[in-house]
């Protein structure tokens, strides 16, 4: 059973500070690695994809990659009360195809 | 460009029937996965169809299936619904060049099973 574990949370930070989330996984294959964010009552949206080893940055985020360590992990700089969700980590199955495997999710909780 | 939609939203069962969920997915994506999302399990992973093939599926009981058709809406069933059955149905497509992991939920169907 290929799992990706995260700390449920909640995680909570204050408004402008750096939010950490981690997620590590078992599948040493994986070479594909996503971070959704998923607000209370709505669908999970993508907000960061990364493939490499090491850092990925869109704006506020920074998404880490370490592959030997089978750790990624989401940087949320600056952080705002509309970051407020829950961040699922999810990764590809070495298996081949489409096969996603979602982590349960970090709540974070950002306060004005 | 319109995202993914799902029909219906809501939908109210009582335990026993069936039920038939549908996805369309984002024009030129091919691949649509199904996703249930409980409080207690997190999302997990029903199946994934591609070009009308099931190529992925996760540990759900046979009563869970599902279909692709060619223009690449998918409809998913569930016979001799159960209690547990209770969830957030979600469906995901994926597919452009370049990006092809890269997974755009639906709305969901929000299922309640009585």
């Known amino acids: 059973q290929k799992e990706v574990e995260q700390n449920s949370g909640p995680l909570s930070v204050p408004e402008g500070a750096i939010a950490s989330l981690n997620c590590t996984y078992s599948d040493r294959g994986s070479q594909s690695f996503f971070w959704y964010r998923q607000y209370s009552g709505k669908s999970p949206e993508l907000i960061m994809s990364?493939?490499?080893?090491g850092d990925k940055e869109d704006g506020r985020f920074t998404a880490q990659l370490n592959k030997a360590s089978q750790y990624v992990s989401l940087l949320i700089r600056d952080s705002q009360p509309s970051d407020s969700a829950t961040y699922l980590c999810?990764?590809?199955?070495?298996?081949?195809?489409?096969?996603?495997?979602f982590g349960i999710g970090t709540k974070l909780q950002v306060i004005p | 460009k319109a995202g993914v939609t799902q029909t219906p939203r809501y939908l109210i069962k009582t335990r026993g029937q069936q039920v038939t969920l549908s996805c369309s997915p984002i024009?030129?994506?091919?691949?649509v996965s199904w996703y249930q999302q409980t409080p207690g399990q997190g999302l997990q992973f029903l199946f994934e169809?591609?070009?009308?093939?099931?190529?992925n599926k996760g540990n759900f009981p046979g009563r869970f299936s599902g279909r692709q058709f060619s223009n690449s809406r998918s409809e998913m069933n569930v016979s001799t619904l159960e209690l547990g059955d209770s969830a957030l149905y979600l469906c995901a497509s994926s597919g452009l060049a370049g990006t092809a992991y890269e997974q755009y939920f639906g709305p969901g169907t929000r299922l309640t099973v009585t």
């Open positions: 990364i493939y490499s080893n």
């Open positions: 024009s030129g994506h091919r691949s």
């Open positions: 169809y591609f070009s009308e093939t099931q190529r």
């Open positions: 999810a990764v590809i199955d070495s298996g081949g195809y489409q096969k996603v495997t």
